[in-house]
């Protein structure tokens, strides 16, 4: 018999039939018969063929077809066995563009980029953060490095700083031509401009205010604005009576105000100092 073929077997000989065939085993021709595992229903998709590996020595398998379905893995299970990732072999392919939760018991340093959801880290030495894109919470036990950090960093435990550290903050834009000290006399209850208007927007930072009597009688002095002329009074004694007040955090004028002085009774005279910028 040449090539595929059947062979009637008893006790049923009319009936059931085997799928064979023929071929040349060590120049002997010879007749193998050709299986397939399959289920219970007649679903050619669903066999297992056994198929030739080598044609020369005769060596069959079955046929294994890629899984396409869901695979579940309970928690906690050891549905897969352990996994062993030698350094510097590549054992699994890429783990880069990780899209859920990752948790990692840190022995040494390491890299960990492209993550694209939360990290969660136990730290046991120095590493490296690279490509964050969203929250990292990290327990810190040893100094590591964050970089390209683009949002909230949460850190529980003690940060060790073993070089300098440099702040950037937003540092007052201090004009030079309105700071002080200044010094501004007044004899009457008028009004004096003690501080000029800053301009639009721009405020007075009083941080140190002097207020003496130079007269011989008492005298009250005045400090405030067009909105409150005496927000502060100083009751000063007869020649060289008076107060100093230091601001800490400095008075902050309401914007483009000036500072006004003056002085009650008429014709006495009362000297203010002043210490002040202008942001």
């Not at 297992?48 to 928690?75: H, K, Q």
């Not at 990752?102 to 690279?130: C, H, M, R, Y």
Request: aromatic share 4%; hydrophobic share 45%; charged share 5%.
């Amino acid at each position: 018999m040449a090539g595929p073929g059947s062979v009637q077997v008893p006790p049923d000989s009319s009936g059931k039939v085997v799928d064979m065939v023929s071929l040349s085993v060590a120049g002997v021709n010879v007749v193998r018969q050709v299986m397939a595992l399959g289920g219970a229903t007649d679903d050619s998709s669903a066999y297992a063929e056994i198929a030739a590996i080598s044609a020369s020595t005769g060596a069959a398998g079955v046929v294994v077809r890629p899984c396409t379905a869901t695979v579940v893995l309970a928690s906690g299970g050891a549905n897969v066995g352990t996994v062993n990732l030698a350094a510097g072999t590549a054992n699994i392919g890429n783990i880069n563009h990780v899209s859920r939760t990752v948790q990692v018991a840190i022995g040494t340093p390491f890299t960990l980029d492209n993550i694209s959801a939360t990290v969660q880290v136990a730290i046991g030495t120095p590493f490296i953060l690279q490509g964050i894109s969203t929250t990292v919470q990290v327990a810190v036990a040893t100094p590591y490095i964050l970089q390209g950090i683009s949002t909230t960093v949460t850190v529980a435990g003690n940060v060790n700083l073993s070089a300098t550290a440099i702040v950037a903050h937003a540092a007052p834009a201090v004009m030079s031509a309105s700071r002080g000290p200044k010094c501004v006399t007044a004899s009457t209850s008028a009004n004096v401009t003690l501080i000029a208007s800053p301009g639009t927007g721009a405020n007075i930072r009083i941080t140190q205010l002097g207020c003496h009597n130079f007269s011989g009688t008492f005298i009250s002095m005045r400090v405030g604005t067009s909105a409150s002329v005496q927000t502060i009074v100083v009751a000063a004694q007869s020649s060289g009576g008076g107060a100093v007040y230091n601001f800490d955090p400095p008075w902050v004028l309401s914007a483009s105000e000036a500072a006004l002085c003056s002085v009650k009774p008429n014709a006495a005279y009362g000297v203010f100092n002043v210490q002040f910028y202008v942001v």
